[in-house]
């Protein structure tokens, strides 16, 4: 349903929401208490392991798993044609039919008693590859005599005459920006490229499935959205989805890469040959090779500015690689990434590129980092040519309200000015800098959305509350909810316990994604805490005998709304609730929703680095965040949110990219050789929280979640190339690259 | 009668006019009248769109209103991660 509830908070002081309560599942974690993924064990249960395909692509002319099959201690064996449900990308992706398409593409499978005899069996089953020529890189793959993956999946929207690695083109912008163009004072063109990287989380993908000979199914999973598994498994598997019963573990680390499934539909294939549970964990070389990285771009992107720094133009032509399947986020990035900006004139073109290489995920806020990365960059070179402040260029130049968004819609009420103008007023911009040090600023921007999102709310006899709700937790969403539901109810945050149930306790709820969790779920939230409270004051009615419109709600108690109500004394929730048996049974609130109307978020970053000239190391010195959170529901898991997204970024920009030989194979498949940062390479994050509230939620909250990778890539090359004195165009940024762009300069 | 932004590469399909009219009273109105009246945009909306309503992202909810003075735009499928 549409959203009508005006934002409600104007005004309202709040009581828990804004406070810092400890939170809910830190205990369990760091005691290692918590169950994740690879923690659950069941009777009888054997170990799953997949085969992968050694070649970057090939033809499967056949498989033959005989001598596997016949190996003592294995119990089943899974190739793609026990599948045979329609054929879909995801499908495929899972197990390979007719090709192998990638590295690390899995093409068969076994359960077996332990991992050395799965482990056996594997070196049994005998592929019989054609292998084929292949292609990793974006551009490679655009050329017309590309090796290529797929004959037919390319989309009306691409030219004639195009490789048929090209599937889809997307375009946006309005105005004339050659007209735009010769306005400018100053022009520049440039082409960047980013390489693929990881979600980099820390716990693998693992799951446990159990299917029972009458087709009813239990499955255990680490995910970011178990009714998404549920929902896409049981037709994989031919079966009803009510007959799938998935929980969600906790989950060490998602980011978007766990918004979609790779061992599950084979773990329950190799439940149902076996009639055993079946418990598959990848290993760091499987995630690496076999998950979902992001897209590696190749962009080219062109802006025009006045001498007073009025942008007149920008233009951007953007090519992505997702991965051996249709579906990079080419086309958020060219929504993204002039969005910060107020232009009259703009222009972006997207290409979606299939390549060799894994079939892509979702990685916060995806597609759009490279494109503020390039559009940012640009933006900080035409600032440095005329001589201008980079941050009021931004001021300048910002979204506001009803301005046109270079993607369609004009903005309601946004943050984007209040974060640049934080960011001016903050010690860290007239912080001096030293010799090979340099500052670097850009702004970012996410959607957010809402989704379907189901919350049951119990009211225990004693009076605490449970609070069930079907979202993953990967930021902390536990602890807001609890705290809203405490805000609504009146009662103490300690009174409140908030699960994660599993699929057959709620509706639908959609993945744990889009920044969407504490707008949607805590919407849902309040409003269930409402229905109870509604119930709650009838009760007290019916207790005192007065009419259900004389009670009234107030600090965690039901009280008569007037003197003409009578003279009762207020009735507790606790109360209430060790009375619900005798005045009409178990109390209880819900609220099922499709939420719309999730408020978008900007942000500002500011990063300062200092470049070896001898090495090309790069080190952050500073690093500080400005987000707008609508209304920040525990401070401390937004500023986690900032940070986070901020040392993502902040890894992608320097260090970490996925190399492939020309073997087409994946030559760094560990956390050795994929470096991401880890708390000994950075400063302490600061973080500044703005708070301009989303009119579409009842505290004003916006997701934040995913804005905060956006800016990090281009606020530390910009750094980086202050610092270095020459403009670094391709990421990651590692030693060797900025040492050669400085030997160049100088030559 | 409402008027519907329609992006740069799907023109193609409405004779190169950025905004078009449909008679729609709502997201699912909207999006059925489109794919009668320019049946080379319904291959984008079956594989998914969301659309703007005044500045707000709807994704599937059939029946969110859209008055007659409401800015509508046409928008890929907006996920996140």
């Known amino acids: ?747 | 009668m409402v008027k519907v932004a329609i992006w740069g590469s799907l023109r193609v399909a409405t004779e190169g006019r950025a905004e078009v009219e449909v008679d729609a009273k709502n997201l699912r109105e909207l999006l059925d009248r489109l794919a009668d009246a320019y049946p080379g945009i319904k291959p984008q909306i079956d594989r998914g769109v969301s659309v703007s309503i005044d500045g707000l992202i709807y994704n599937d909810s059939w029946f969110t209103p859209i008055g007659r003075g409401s800015e509508v735009v046409l928008l890929p499928r907006i996920v996140g991660g």
């Open chain 1, 1 to 747: 349903m549409a959203l009508d509830d005006k934002h409600e908070a104007d005004g309202r002081v709040f009581k828990v929401v804004g406070t810092r309560p400890v939170r809910p599942d830190g205990i369990d974690k760091v005691t290692g208490r918590a169950r994740f993924g690879a923690d659950m064990s069941m009777p009888g249960m054997l170990v799953g392991w997949v085969l992968r395909s050694p070649h970057a692509h090939a033809r499967i002319r056949s498989i033959d798993t005989s001598k596997a099959e016949a190996l003592p201690g294995v119990k089943a064996v899974v190739t793609r044609k026990d599948f045979t449900a329609e054929s879909d990308d995801v499908l495929d992706n899972c197990m390979a039919g007719a090709k192998a398409l990638y590295d690390g593409h899995a093409v068969a499978a076994v359960a077996a008693v332990s991992a050395k005899v799965a482990k056996q069996a594997l070196k049994l089953i005998a592929v019989d590859y054609e292998v084929l020529p292949h292609v990793t890189d974006v551009d490679e793959a655009m050329k017309l005599d590309a090796p290529v993956l797929h004959k037919d999946k390319t989309d009306e929207t691409v030219p004639a005459g195009m490789s048929k690695n090209v599937i889809q083109r997307f375009e946006y912008g309005h105005g004339d920006v050659e007209a735009g163009f010769a306005e400018a004072d100053e022009i520049v063109s440039r082409s960047f490229k980013t390489a693929a990287t990881h979600q980099g989380y820390i716990e693998p993908h693992a799951c446990v499935a159990s299917m029972g000979p009458d087709g009813q199914a239990d499955l255990w999973v680490c995910t970011q959205g178990h009714y998404m598994v549920r929902n896409v498994c049981a037709p994989m598997l031919g079966m009803d989805i009510g007959k799938l019963r998935v929980t969600a573990s906790e989950i060490g680390g998602g980011f978007g890469g766990k918004t979609t499934v790779f061992l599950e539909p084979v773990a329950l294939m190799l439940s149902r040959k076996s009639g055993r549970p079946v418990k598959m964990v990848m290993t760091r070389e499987d995630v690496l090779r076999a998950t979902g990285p992001t897209a590696s771009t190749s962009i080219d992107v062109k802006i025009g500015m006045k001498k007073d720094g009025t942008i007149t133009a920008g233009w951007a032509e953007m090519r992505y690689q997702g991965g051996a399947y249709p579906g990079s986020p080419v086309q958020f990035g060219a929504m993204a990434a002039f969005a910060p900006y107020n232009l009259k004139h703009v222009k972006t073109i997207g290409w979606d590129v299939v390549t060799n290489r894994p079939k892509q995920a979702a990685y916060r806020a995806p597609g759009a980092p490279m494109g503020a990365y390039v559009v940012e960059s640009v933006i900080d070179e035409l600032c440095g040519n005329l001589g201008l402040d980079r941050l009021s260029v931004r001021l300048k130049n910002a979204s506001t309200e009803g301005a046109k968004a270079s993607y369609g819609p004009r903005f309601g009420k946004i943050g984007l000015t209040a974060t640049l103008e934080a960011a001016k007023a903050h010690p860290h911009y007239s912080a001096p800098l030293g010799p090979s040090q340099g500052r670097g600023i850009s702004c970012g921007f996410w959607f957010n959305f809402g989704g379907d999102t189901s919350v049951s709310l119990s009211v225990n006899n004693d009076g605490t509350i449970s609070l069930s709700e079907g979202n993953p937790d990967i930021g902390g969403s536990r602890a807001s909810m609890t705290m809203m539901a405490a805000e609504e109810l009146g009662i103490p945050y300690d009174s409140v316990r908030t699960i994660i149930a599993d699929t057959s306790a709620l509706g639908q709820n959609e993945v744990t994604d889009g920044s969407r969790v504490t707008f949607a779920v805590g919407l849902a939230t309040i409003k269930a805490a409402r229905d109870a409270i509604t119930k709650m004051c009838s009760r007290a009615a019916k207790v005192w005998g007065i009419d259900e419109d004389a009670v009234i709600w107030e600090d965690g108690h039901a009280k008569p709304a007037g003197p003409n109500a009578g003279k009762f004394p207020p009735m507790s929730l606790a109360e209430i609730a060790a009375q619900a048996s005798n005045t009409g049974g178990p109390i209880a609130g819900h609220h099922e929703v499709n939420a719309e109307g999730a408020g978008v978020s900007f942000a500002t970053h500011m990063c300062d680095a200092e470049v070896d000239p001898e090495t090309g190391a790069v080190k952050i010195l500073r690093y500080t965040v400005f987000q707008d959170a609508g209304k920040a529901v525990h401070p401390a898991y937004v500023e986690g949110q900032f940070q986070g997204g901020a040392v993502q970024g902040i890894g992608w920009a320097l260090n970490e990219e996925y190399i492939y030989g020309k073997d087409g194979r994946l030559q760094n498949p560990g956390f050795l050789d994929y470096r991401v940062p880890v708390a000994s390479d950075l400063p302490m994050i600061d973080t500044v929280i703005i708070e301009v509230p989303n009119p579409g939620h009842p505290y004003g909250v916006r997701g934040v979640g995913e804005t905060s990778i956006v800016p990090p890539l281009a606020a530390v090359a910009n750094a980086v190339s202050a610092a270095a004195g020459v403009r670094l165009t391709e990421l990651p940024m590692s030693p060797p690259r900025v040492l050669k762009a400085i030997d160049t300069a100088r030559a």
